[in-house]
């Protein structure tokens, strides 16, 4: 018997695939199970299923409270400096990994705009889009609130997102601070991150990038594009497990002109001094507020390696052959079925995902858990198709998007 087109072209797109060998590095890749949700909960490394009691038995168990001095003080700074070589494009001493992405975001969001609104009391608005991620969202709201500012939202497409001139009529001598996502959670639409940044900045705001959706799948250019601050989740493409910390990052020229809301000794100058007064510490310190979650920390280590040895680049280059495919095998498989593509066609314009969108997409959802195909669903009827590039093969790709067929027609019974 032939082989069906699909498998084959999936077998010779991995067979020519260069980064097909890090598959195996994750735990459950030899199963039949297709993941479709790395960009919400990576998969984790094998090698996190020995790091992590060995740093109970020795570290933890072995060094005890010694092991604050020893190593994990400084591990906050290390990790962020490697997100920063091999990530996101920021030299070292501007990245640190702390609270989670939305308290890092209100800690960074708010600094902005108390700095901007201080140095000019005109700018009084945070603009952000309305189809941001809620947390994003619902901190801008609360910070205007909170600060007597005002919130400027950008209407767009939910199927792209942000533009140039939908974010150039938003700004002026009123903003204080830009909120954008590089990725957009629900579209997958990539921003022109450096072109948004220039018209801020043109406009006299500063700006603050939500990664979440984009660290570890796209490249990312920080400090060449200009960017001000920047927050970024590390358990969706950097593998760092269920509530791993997010990272941080605040471009040197800004550091210490900016103060942030939760003070914390951590975040003191001198903090073992516990002195009667707050003083914020130099560089990124400043911007720690408690005790860091070491043991949150350790498992991203493990994908950082291999990001470091992939190479974002080549990284890219398979997440758009990973997301090209799945966007063909949809219009040839799933569009006779009514399913229409809710990201952007333009490979330039989209990052790790691609949104499926029909109207019963969530009980598709619930169908496809069932049976081991797991993607995620985001109303109104998209059906997401993760794709992280280190653990996902083309055959699985082929996989999924035939169950999704099968489920569609189920449900809808054709
Ligand atoms: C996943 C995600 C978050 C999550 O924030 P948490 O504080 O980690 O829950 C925030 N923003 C975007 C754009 C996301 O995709």
Not at 340 to 355: E, I, K, L, N, Q
Request: aromatic share 8%; with cysteine; charged share 20%.
């Amino acid at each position: 018997m032939t082989p069906d087109p699909w498998d084959a072209e999936a077998q010779r797109l991995d067979a020519a695939d260069p980064l097909h060998g890090f598959r195996d590095r994750f735990v459950g890749s030899e199963t039949p199970l297709v993941y479709f949700d790395g960009n919400s909960l990576g998969r984790p490394p094998k090698a996190t299923v020995d790091r992590l009691p060995a740093f109970v038995a020795e570290q933890w168990g072995g060094r005890l409270i010694r092991g604050w001095d020893e190593s994990w003080m400084s591990l906050p700074f290390e990790i962020g400096d490697e997100i920063g070589r091999s990530v996101i494009g920021a030299a070292p001493g501007q990245t640190v990994v702390g609270d989670s992405t939305t308290v890092l975001l209100y800690k960074l969001l708010r600094a902005a705009f108390d700095a901007r609104h201080a140095e000019d009391p005109a700018r009084v608005e945070i603009v952000v889009d309305r189809d941001n991620f809620p947390t994003d969202r619902y901190l801008v709201e609360g910070i205007a609130a909170e600060r007597g500012g005002r919130v400027r939202w950008i209407d767009v497409d939910l199927s792209a997102g942000v533009t140039a001139d939908g974010l150039a009529a938003a700004v002026g001598p009123e903003t204080a601070v830009v909120l954008l996502s590089q990725v957009a959670y629900r579209s997958g639409f990539l921003a022109d991150t450096a072109t948004l940044t220039r018209i801020a900045h043109d406009a006299g705001a500063l700006t603050v990038w939500d990664l979440c959706h984009s660290a570890g799948s796209v490249p990312v250019a920080l400090d060449e594009w200009g960017v001000d601050l920047a927050v970024g989740c590390t358990y969706k493409y950097l593998n760092g497990g269920p509530g791993s910390p997010a990272f941080a990052y605040v471009a040197g020229r800004l550091q210490a002109s900016l103060a942030q809301p939760i003070q914390g000794w951590m975040g003191a100058a001198d903090v073992f001094s516990m002195g009667p007064v707050y003083a914020p510490a130099d560089g990124m310190r400043r911007f720690l507020s408690g005790t860091p979650p070491i043991i949150g920390m350790l498992a991203m280590q493990d994908t950082l390696a291999m990001i470091a040895d992939a190479g974002i680049e080549a990284i890219r280059a398979k997440s758009t052959a990973l997301t090209e495919f799945a966007v063909r095998l949809s219009d040839e498989l799933l569009a006779p079925l009514g399913v229409a593509v809710a990201s952007p066609r333009d490979p330039a314009f989209r990052g790790g995902h691609v949104t499926l969108s029909h109207p019963s997409m969530r009980e598709v959802t619930a169908r496809l858990w069932e049976h081991d195909v797991i993607p995620d669903y985001r109303d109104p009827g998209g059906l997401r198709i993760g794709l992280s590039p280190l653990s996902t093969s083309f055959a699985e790709v082929v996989d999924g998007m035939r169950a999704v067929e099968r489920a569609v027609r189920g449900l809808s019974g054709t």
